[in-house]
Structure formats: C-alpha cells, structure tokens
C-alpha cells in the first residue's frame, strides 16, 4: 500500500468520529464518502478540501504543483480573514504545461519553483500541494519538498492530497494530517500559560473570529494557535502547548483534535460559535477544560458572569426584530453552519423553521433538531434543484438562509435569500454575530425590491396596479386592457399582502 | 515587430489564465438546451462552476464524469458513457459538450472513438441529443483555445456538410469569447438593421444574460444558438469571424460548407466598425441606416472630448492574445502608450501585431513586476490585489470578473462600444486624478535629463 493509501485508510478510521462509531471494521473501510455518480455530482475534491482547511495560514506560501486548472480557476475565492502578512493570497502554482508533463519535469520545475518563492518572499514555510495529474505521472512531492528543506533551510511541507481520492472532507482531514506529520509541534514557545487554548476549524470567514476572541481576552484567556483562520506559521507549530481544544466546524478536522490530545494531552469538545446558546456554551466548556487541567477555579465563575451579561445585552438587540420578523418562515439549507444553534437562536424571536438541512449535523444534532422542530419532516439530507424551486416558487418560505450553490435558485424564484457558507459578506459568529445575522435577515426579507420583482408587467393582469396608475386620459385605455385580461390573480400578489 | 518573450519562471505567480476546458464549456453554455461535461475529477467541475457563477451570477449547467483515482488508472470510458447516460435521462438536453480535463489526457486514451462507440450503443436511448467533443487538457491554453476548440467540433459534428443553397439575407457570425452579452446583443442588433440575419454561435446573450424562465426550473441552458441553426450554418451567404481564435472555426465552416468568411480581429474602434459596417453595406445591398451613422458621429465627439485624458497615459495590460489586441490597438488609437503587456500564450499570430514593444507571456506577477509606474491597470479581478499594492487604478476586462456588477452588460464593440470605453477609462483616469503640490511640480525634484528617460510615445508611430 502506498503512504496515501494508508494515510486515507487511517483517517477513514477516525474513531472519534460520530459516523464511524455506528458503523462495523468493514464499512468504516470503505470511508465516508458515498460514490459519485458520474453526471450527477457535486462538490469539491479532496485537494480543494485541503487547501480550505491550510490556506488561511497567513504568513506560508502555498505552492500547487498542478496544471493550470486546480489553482487558476481557484485562487483567492475564499472570505477568510487576515490581521496581518497577505502572501496566503499570493497564487504559486507550478502550471504544468504539456511539454513538463511529456518530459517528465514536474520534479525539477517544483524545486525550482520552490526556490523562486524562497528567494523573492522569504516566507517562514512554504506548503506544497499535490493534485490529480502530478500523482498520476508519480512525482513523489514528498522527496522534493525534504530535498528543498535541506537545501533551502525552511520548511517545506507536503500536503499530499491529489483530487481523485476523494471529496473535499477527506481532503480537510488528510490536510490535519500533514499539519501533525510536519508542522505542529516542531517548535517550542517560550510563553507558554495555564489559560492557553487552541481553536481547531474556525476559518475566520469575514473576520468573524474578532467577534469571538474579544470574549475569551476578558476572561483572560489565550489563543495560541486559531488553526487555520488568521494563523501564523509560528502559532501553528507550536500549537502542540495549549491546554485545551475546541474544535469548531464540526467533522473536518476531528483526527487532528483527537490525535493532538493522543500525542499532547490536549482535551478537546466540540462546539461552536453561532447562536447564542452555543457560543455560551462554548465558553463555558473551554474554562471547564482549563480548570480540569489546572487553571484556578475562579475562571468558571469568570465565565459564567461574563455569559450572563453578553446574553442579556443579545437577547435584547434580537427582542427587537420580534415584531418585524415573528412568524416568518425560514429554511435552513446549508451544512456548513451548524443549524441546530442558529434555529433555536431563530425560534427564540418567533421565526418559524420551515426546513433545515442535516446534511453535515451529526447525530446529536439531528436529536436536537427533531426536538425543537416538532416536525420531522421538515429535515432533509439534501433537496434537488427542481424540488427547492417549486417549494420556494410556491411560497413555502421566506427566506432561505444557504451557501452560494443555490443561491439562484431562490433568486429566481424570486424568494429573500442570505449566504452563511463560504463567501458571505458578514460575520455570524457569537453573540454580536448573531444579532447581525438576524439583522440581515431582516433587511433581506423587508427589501423593497421583492414587491416590485414579483409584480407582473402591466401588460400582465394585475389588479394593484389599477389604483397607482394616474388617472390621466391616455392611461385610461391601457386600464381597461387590464379588465379585460385574464382576471385569475397570481399567486404571488398575494404574498405581498401578507409579508407588508 | 512585437517581440514575444516565453515564460521562464517555475512558479507561476497569481495566474492569468482561467483553464482551458473551462473556456469550452463556456462555448458550449451559448447554445440552448444544452449543458457541457467535464471529463475528469469532480474537483476540476467544482472549480469551473464555482469560477463562472461567481462572473456571471448565474445558475450555469455543468457536469463531471468524476473519475477517481482507480477509474483513471484503468480508463475512463465507463465513466464517460455512464455520465452521458444520466444526463440524458435526467436532463434531456439537445446537446451534449463533453471536454476533456488534463487529468484524462494525461492518461491517454482514444475519447473520440470511445465516444462514436458509445453513441453507436447507445443510439436508442440517446436519440435526440447531439454529443460533442473538445480536446481541452489544462496543461495547455487558456479560455481562448478551448472556446474556439468548442466552436470547431460543433461545426464539424453539427453542421450539414456540403454547398448548400444559400439564403442571401443570412449570415453567420462566430464571436470570439471576449465579447460581453451586451457586446452580442449589439451586433445582432446591428446586423439586423441592415434587413439581415444573423446566427451567432455561440450566443451567450441568449443564455446568460440574466433572464429566466418564468414558471419552471430548467437544469440546462435556456436561450442561445438552437442546434438546428448550427446544422444550417451552410446556409449564410457570409461568416464573420470575430477574433484571430475564431479564424480555425471559420476555416473549418468553409472547408465543409463552402460559406467565406471574413476575420475582424477586433470590432473595437472606428476604423475597424467603419470596415465592418461596410461589409454589412455590401452584403445587404443597402447603405448603413441613419441610426449607424449617428453612432459613428457620437463616437467622433467622445474621441475628441477623450483624448485629452488618454494622451501620454501608460497602460499595463494582461489579457488573452485577441483581447489584448482588441484593448492595445483601443489604448493607442486615443494617444496612450502600452508601457507592460501579458499574455497567457506565445503563439497567437495575433501578439505581433499588439502595439507594444513586447509581449510577455506569463501571469498577473509579472504585470505587477512591468506595471510600476503606469497610469492604469487592465484585467480581470485578480489584479485588484497587484492594483492595490501599487496604488494604480484597475479597469476590469475579460474574465473573471466577480468584484463588480454589471461586466456582461457593459459595451465593448462597434461605435457605441468604443464609445463607451472612452467614458469608461477617461472616468477612471478623472476620479483618479491628484492635485498638483509645490512638491510635485518643482523643477529640480527627480530631474530626468533626456538620454536617460524612455523614449517619448510619439517615436513609434
Ligand atoms: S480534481 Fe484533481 S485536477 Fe481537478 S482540481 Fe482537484 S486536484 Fe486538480
């Protein structure tokens, strides 16, 4: 079996992982991820995977040795944020031409290229990724990036994770892999702290980590290594001497969490911070993972006032939407966000769930999402195209709360729609993040723009339209049109009635 | 002559390039009913589809063969059929775009013959939908090839061969892919006014220009060239041809059809539209109508009210070989002067004719490296990071454009389009202008004698 081979085996096996425990020896071998259907697919490969999960990594040169379309088509598409150095956005990649391909010179144009970024930008390390083609003709990364360390005298990662052996999720945890094989660990700080903690699978979308690390500064404790939004190098290196873990985004970077705990001691939970009652109860796990490993006791109490306070001042920003938003319906269509939190933050002011996607929720999540949803019915594991039309068309919700991938399908269908994945504007994260995202629910659904996008043409039958037109005499015969049009309302005229 | 300068670096630095079956898939989405399939790893789609919904805010149809490592090392026709297969049951579209990634041509296998014995196995069940093949490996060209290679294998698999009678009113046009949806409106609209009809392949105005469908969600492409107009391409009196890249497709047309075709490298500016419009003259047989001349005087007026901005400005410029053309030959018909610019690929005959000294070919790095000290940046938005470390405004071209609304709807051809580009950069230069300081004028800061500054703009004309 080659190294890969076994890596992915390995993290197929991932015990911590919820899925896995159900599952018997030999269905966890056949992994996580179901077969494509050729024609039918969707997502990204496990090279994209693992590039989300390293390249918020602000301060490294990320290097894809591919041809153009792993990295050209891809490069700077990402909201994460950085406080600092900006060379993660800087685009490396070997581009491959046919000629390096036929010739068999990927070797030598990667350890060239490795020299060029060491040379002009001098970065503390430089990770080089794999990718379909490059496995395919047998460049062994691995050998190319000991030699450049060597001889470069930085270090040089590999993050061995060509597209073709899977989806972006194993693509995620191959990345946590390579962090613990090359990175973590192999620098010592000087400062280390009983109050220090490190926070696995925060992205740092649209810097929405700020509004999180302010509360952990007043209680006094330390981030040492935010892995991978607004990370240095150095940070992550020495991650190995935190205290405490939470992990944040739920499955990606599990075997890195629980492999760190194995190798360091470091205990870790899962949880995370959107909506207010996981952002608390996020705190509150971290001071109790801190205390059990040493910090003084008085951190609980700390936590515990400064949750009171926070969740008073936020639940009273959000009591004011009540009357604009109460009794509005959303569907929750995204994995990504964990939807049991957001839901319950949503129900809280009167919003009404109408749907919610449990694609990437684990299984306890699904329990607490079929308590507070009453309904069972209304979780899906995913919803095709045409099925999310017609529901949003129908009027069934509105507002769908989603990642960019069906985004159009409710514009088009003409129903509010906000992102909460990947590319998204605004920062969601505890408890400010909350208010803010039921803020721009808020101005999504009361957008004057709905009324006239789902007002037909004049020319169309429209009724409403009677009243606003001035009563002048070259008007009056394009109204008498309208009575003679087909005199069945449409639909969404209705709508309009109800949600002013 | 331009010298062409080759690419030496290893690492490519923040690319310019888009890929190669990405552009083909974009010829395919110009056609109705259809939706265009990757041959490869499901990551190579993902990226495309992501990359082209973030330019167009479009829904965009495309698919994957998602071939995994163990289907690539044994060959990947199985996936191929059975990829065609789904579509057709699930989508039933008219067409079909199959375009290889680098992944499956650098395994190696016969496609277009794997892919007539898949048709002929299949003929029941996929009986009403053309099939087509681009040969689009990554590792090689950019938007340009793989468009214009899309373009080609649906005239030869499509199009009706042999001399056809032909309707004296009909032409055909084969835009190259720089031209914005706006940009193809126009020209059907142009054409148009001379009693003529245009068939345009591919017409992304028809299918990505934001309109929908009202009642249905349709998975394929809704709007752009029908299959049968491309069967009867054989029937235009004339081809036009818009863009060096489009001269393959065209020659293709005319070998099998016998139609002629005539090559506009680029319709921006004046004399280029007066040839154009002239053409139109001649094969309609009536004189430019009284709109068309009203164009071309207010393009008159916006040279003479623009040129002021233009002259003397350097312009650093990366872009594919015929929209680099296009932009040069505009830039220096106002007086400018090309002070950097970048290409994706040598070996376009079009780059010697750029109005440059040189061409480099290479990435958005080495127009940061050439652009200190220009007046203007143009490309597509990845240069809004090279734009702000320089502090040197940026006018987005070309693709992707995911930063700004509006670029399939803006302008870019014939009188009105020209026109409009004037506007677009002179505003630019206007908002971007500095007061003049004490420090800024002094004679004696920074004096430059002559020998030793750069050749002044007017010595290359
Ligand atoms: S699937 Fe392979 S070739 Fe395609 S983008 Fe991913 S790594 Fe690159």
Redesign the interface.
Same mark, same amino acid.
């Given at each position: 079996m080659s190294p890969l081979t076994v890596k992915i085996n390995d993290v197929f096996n991932e015990p911590a992982c919820e899925k896995n425990r159900s599952k018997d020896a030999k269905a966890r071998q056949k992994g996580c991820s179901k077969?494509?259907? #050729?024609?039918?697919?969707?997502?990204?490969?496990?090279?994209?995977g693992a590039k989300i999960v390293l390249q918020p990594i602000t301060d490294v040169a990320h290097?894809i040795h591919a #041809?153009?379309?792993?990295?050209?088509?891809?490069?700077?598409?990402r909201g994460a944020a950085s406080s600092g150095p &900006?060379l993660w956005? &800087?685009?490396?990649? &070997?581009?491959? &031409?046919?000629l390096?391909?036929v010739m068999g010179q990927g070797e030598r144009?990667?350890f060239?290229?490795?020299?060029?970024?060491k040379e002009k930008h001098a970065p503390p390390a430089i990770f080089v990724y794999s990718t379909?083609?490059t496995a395919?003709?047998g460049d062994d990364i691995e050998a190319v990036c000991k030699r450049a360390a060597e001889k470069f005298g930085l270090p040089v990662v590999p993050v061995n994770t #060509?597209?073709?052996?899977?989806?972006k999720n194993l693509g995620n945890k191959l990345a946590g892999e390579a962090l613990l094989d090359h990175v973590i660990g192999t620098v010592e700080p000087d400062d280390i702290g009983p109050f220090d903690i490190n926070i696995l699978g925060e992205f740092n979308l649209s810097g929405e980590f700020w509004l999180v690390k302010p509360l952990l500064d007043r209680l006094g404790i330390r981030v040492r290594a935010c892995i991978p939004g607004d990370a240095r190098y150095l940070d992550v290196a020495s991650a190995h001497r935190a205290r405490a873990a939470m992990m944040v985004c739920s499955t990606a970077l599990i075997n890195l969490a629980r492999k760190m705990e194995e190798r360091w001691d470091i205990p870790f939970f899962e949880g995370s911070f959107y909506g207010i009652t996981d952002t608390s109860e996020a705190l509150r796990q971290i001071a109790k993972l801190l205390v059990n490993k040493g910090a003084d006791l008085e951190l609980i109490e700390r936590t515990e006032t400064l949750i009171a306070e926070e969740e008073a001042i936020a639940w009273e920003k959000l009591e004011a939407y009540r009357p604009r938003l109460e009794g509005k319906r959303v569907l929750l269509n995204t994995g990504g966000v964990k939807s049991w939190s957001v839901a319950h933050a949503l129900m809280e002011i009167g919003v009404e769930i109408v749907g919610t996607s449990v694609k990437k929720s684990t299984v306890e999540d699904k329990e607490r999402i079929k308590q507070i949803l009453k309904d069972e019915n209304h979780m899906f594991e995913s919803m095709p195209?045409?099925e999310?039309?017609?529901m949003l068309?129908e009027d069934k919700a509105d507002i769908m709360l989603s990642g960019?991938r069906t985004?159009?399908?409710a514009l088009?269908a003409k129903t509010p729609w906000l992102d909460i994945n990947q590319?998204r504007q605004h920062p969601y994260a505890g408890y400010e993040g909350m208010v803010e995202l039921v803020r721009q629910i808020d101005l999504a659904i009361h957008n004057p723009i709905w009324r006239q996008v789902r007002e037909p043409a004049p020319w169309e039958y429209q009724p409403a339209i009677e009243k606003e037109l001035p009563s002048t005499k070259s008007d009056t015969e394009t109204v008498h049109d309208f009575k003679k049009a087909s005199p069945q309302e449409p639909t969404v005229s209705a709508t309009f009635e109800e949600s002013r | 002559m331009t010298r062409i300068l080759p690419q030496t670096k290893s690492a490519a630095v923040n690319p310019l390039k888009s890929s190669q079956p990405l552009g083909a898939a974009l010829a395919f989405l110009g056609v109705n009913d259809a939706i265009p399939l990757f041959h490869g790893s499901q990551g190579c789609t993902s990226f495309a589809l992501v990359l082209l919904v973030r330019h167009f805010k479009e829904a965009v149809p495309l698919q994957t063969t998602a071939m995994d490592e163990v289907a690539t090392i044994l060959g990947g026709m199985d996936h191929l059929e059975e990829a065609i297969l789904n579509l057709k049951a699930r989508t039933n579209p008219e067409l079909i775009g199959v375009c290889t990634t680098a992944l499956v041509e650098t395994r190696g296998e016969d496609f277009a013959r794997g892919l007539s014995n898949i048709k002929m196995m299949r003929a029941k069940e996929l009986a009403g939908t053309e099939i087509v093949l681009a040969n689009t490996p990554d590792f090689d060209g950019a938007i340009e090839e793989g468009w214009a290679k899309a373009v080609t294998a649906m005239i030869q698999r499509i199009t009706l061969r042999g001399e056809q009678a032909r309707q004296r009113k009909k032409i055909a046009i084969l835009p190259g892919w720089n031209l914005t949806v706006a940009d193809i409106e126009h020209l059907r609209e142009t054409v148009e006014s001379f009693g003529l009809k245009a068939v345009i392949l591919p017409d992304l105005s028809g299918s990505l220009d934001g309109t929908v469908p009202d009642d249905r969600w349709v998975p394929t492409t809704y709007g752009g060239t029908t299959v049968k107009d491309i069967h009867e391409l054989g029937t235009a009196m004339q081809c036009i041809a818009i863009g060096e890249h489009m001269r393959r497709p065209a020659e293709v047309l005319e070998r099998l059809t016998g139609v002629p075709y005539a090559l506009f490298q680029s319709l921006t500016g004046l004399k280029d539209t007066d040839r154009f419009v002239s053409l139109l003259s001649a094969i309609s047989g009536t004189p430019a109508p009284a709109k068309i001349r009203r164009r071309r005087a207010q393009l008159q007026d916006a040279l003479l009210d623009g040129h002021f901005h233009f002259g003397g400005k350097k312009i650093a410029i990366a872009a594919e070989p015929d929209q680099l053309y296009q932009l040069a030959t505009f830039f220096t018909g106002m007086g400018a002067e090309i002070a950097a610019a970048v290409s994706t690929t040598g070996t376009s005959k079009i780059l010697e004719k750029v109005p440059a000294e040189q061409v480099q070919v290479g990435d958005l790095g080495d127009l940061e490296g050439f652009a200190a000290g220009a007046d203007l940046l143009v490309t597509h938005s990845h240069g809004r990071q090279a734009a702000e470390r320089l502090r040197i405004p940026l006018m987005r071209v070309g693709f992707p454009i995911f930063d700004r609304l509006g670029s399939q709807h803006k302008l870019t051809i014939l009188y009105q389009g020209t026109r409009d580009l004037i506007f677009d950069v002179a505003n630019i230069f206007q908002a971007s202008q500095h007061a003049p300081t004490p420090g800024s004028l002094d004679p004696f800061r920074n004096r430059e004698m002559p020998d030793d500054s750069r050749p002044p703009t007017f010595s290359r004309h």
């Open positions: 077969p494509l259907t #050729p024609g039918a697919a969707a997502g990204g490969c496990a090279f994209d290097l #041809p153009l379309a792993c990295e050209g088509n891809s490069w700077d598409n &900006t956005r &800087t685009s490396f990649t &070997t581009d491959l &031409t046919e390096d391909v144009k990667l060239k290229a490795i020299r060029e970024i379909c083609v395919l003709i #060509p597209g073709f052996v899977g989806s195209a045409r999310l039309y017609d068309s960019g985004q159009f399908i088009k590319e | -």
